[in-house]
């Protein structure tokens, strides 16, 4: 619209109100009638990556009027204008459909700006491998827990068996009975590959544990990049630079994302954390009001006393260190 269309609008109200010319939208902009869907595969510096419903691959700006609104890999969006995915020409996105999920983080627990990774994930797989670069629980369990905020099933894949055994990280995150799979020299296990089917998967973890690698492994045209661990600060090379999202052969995506230091949960509510633990939340009901139920009041430690079992007392303790990963400090001063 030119400014000299709205201003004889603003005219128009003035001076005759109850005849405004009526100008229904479709024809004021015929071409978002004729919108397409898309989804996005990657985003670069303000130019998308989309794919169409019929496997078409286009690039695509956001239009003006969407404003702020922020589009991330794995949005579905209408596009109109040159749609034909011809190298050069260029698309615009006029509208984001609502999203099933937002998977956030912030940079440290106190900064107010959050990060979109991923919109419309259904899992998030932590990735980290059994050594090179060492696990760090700290940054396993605030990917979990940011997981479970955004309502996004989690999963662990623990990878580099083949250079030291899982054990110690199967032992820890058993209790939580969430999903976990290890991979040994870059084999992925066919539970694995199930679980991932007609699922949308992003991948999250610290430069060097194999998401590339893993990804590759799953898709094999995507040819990503990936780097190696230098072999004396242990850490990995931050190969990946962009989260990019990836069809999988039978059916469901996978999104890579670069590697990350630490996961801030500045934006999390931690009290919704005990709902993906329905057994444990059962035993909450004589919580003080506000309970964080990692206190001496809370029922779960009257639980505890009642019935000291190995598994209980564990699984407690589990969701208790999940708990607390929100108030930790973060692997901040942990470099990359
Ligand atoms: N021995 C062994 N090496 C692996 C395994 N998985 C991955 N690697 C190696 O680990 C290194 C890093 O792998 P990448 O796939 O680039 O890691 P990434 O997580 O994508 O790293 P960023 O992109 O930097 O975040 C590469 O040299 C891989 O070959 C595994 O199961 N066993
Ligand atoms: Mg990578
Ligand atoms: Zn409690």
Redesign the pocket.
């Known amino acids: 619209m030119t400014r000299q269309h709205r201003h004889l609008d603003e005219d128009d109200v003035r001076v005759r109100p109850g005849r405004r010319k009526a100008r229904p939208r479709s024809k004021e902009r015929p071409e978002h009638a004729e919108a397409e869907p898309a989804v996005v595969m990657t985003v670069d510096r303000g130019r998308f990556t989309l794919e169409k419903d019929d496997g078409t691959e286009l690039y695509a700006v956001k239009a003006r009027e969407l404003g702020r609104k922020g589009i991330v890999v794995g949005d579905l969006v209408d596009v109109v204008g040159d749609v034909s995915g011809d190298v050069d020409t260029q698309a615009r996105i006029v509208r984001r459909q609502e999203r099933r999920s937002t998977l956030r983080r912030t940079a440290d627990d106190t900064d107010p700006v959050e990060r979109v990774i991923v919109a419309n994930a259904t899992q998030l797989a932590v990735?980290t491998?059994t050594t090179?670069p060492e696990p760090r629980t700290g940054l396993i369990d605030r990917a979990v827990v940011a997981a479970l905020d955004a309502n996004i099933e989690p999963m662990l894949v623990l990878?580099?068996?083949?250079?030291k055994p899982a054990d110690e990280l199967l032992a820890l995150y058993g209790p939580l009975d969430i999903p976990v799979f290890t991979?040994?020299?870059?084999?992925v296990p066919d539970a694995l590959r199930a679980t991932l089917a007609d699922e949308s998967t992003v991948?999250v973890?610290?430069?060097?544990?194999?998401?590339?690698?893993?990804?590759?492994a799953l898709v094999p045209a995507a040819d990503?990049?990936?780097?190696?661990?230098n072999a004396v600060t242990g850490r990995?090379?931050?190969?990946?630079?962009s989260v990019v999202a990836l069809h999988l052969p039978g059916g469901g995506m996978i999104i890579?994302?670069?590697?990350?230091r630490s996961f801030g949960l500045a934006h999390v509510d931690v009290g919704r954390v005990i709902h993906a633990f329905g057994d444990l939340e059962a035993m909450t009901a004589d919580c003080p009001r506000a309970c964080s139920h990692d206190e001496e009041e809370c029922a779960l430690t009257s639980a505890l006393a009642d019935d000291p079992s190995d598994e209980l007392v564990e699984r407690i303790a589990s969701l208790r260190r999940l708990i607390r990963s929100r108030t930790d400090a973060p692997d901040q001063a942990e470099a990359d």
């Open positions: 990735v491998a090179d990878t580099k068996t083949d250079l991979i040994d020299d870059r084999r991948l973890g610290h430069s060097g544990v194999g998401k590339s690698t893993l990804v590759n990503r990049l990936t780097g190696h661990v990995g090379r931050h190969t990946s630079t890579d994302t670069p590697g990350i």
